[in-house]
């Protein structure tokens, strides 16, 4: 059983700051990449940053320059740091996980956490 626990979602101001984290948890090989995806109400669900294990990112246009993935390999949880909110990052946000249960990188699968709740008011 795997588990990603987010925490750090909440209500701010435009222009404030937050910082996400999820945890992983569970038997497992390796936890390759962690990332983090938004959805809007209606929207689809959007990579906002991802970060392999050898630290390597990627962010979605709207997160470069404001929001910054980091990892803490020994504990196996991610951080977005995420400033400068706009309303329009307003969203529930997803950690996701790709985790290795063997020494084959094909014997992997992602997983989800239940998702943490931004608002950014005006």
């Known amino acids: 059983q795997v588990q990603l626990a987010e925490s750090g979602g909440g209500s701010v101001q435009a222009g404030g700051s937050l910082i996400l984290s999820c945890a992983a948890s569970g038997s497992f090989f390796s936890v390759n990449e962690m990332g983090w995806y938004r959805q809007g109400p209606g929207d689809q669900r959007d990579l906002v940053a991802q970060?392999?294990?050898?630290?390597?990112?990627v962010y979605a246009d709207a997160a470069k320059g404001r929001f910054t993935i980091s990892r803490d390999n020994a504990n196996i949880t991610a951080y977005l740091q995420m400033g400068s909110l706009k309303p329009e990052d307003t969203a529930v946000y997803f950690c996701a996980a790709v985790v290795q249960f063997t020494r084959f990188s094909f014997d992997s699968r992602q997983y989800w956490g239940q998702g943490t709740q931004v608002t950014v008011s005006p």
């Open positions: 970060i392999a294990r050898d630290g390597h990112t």
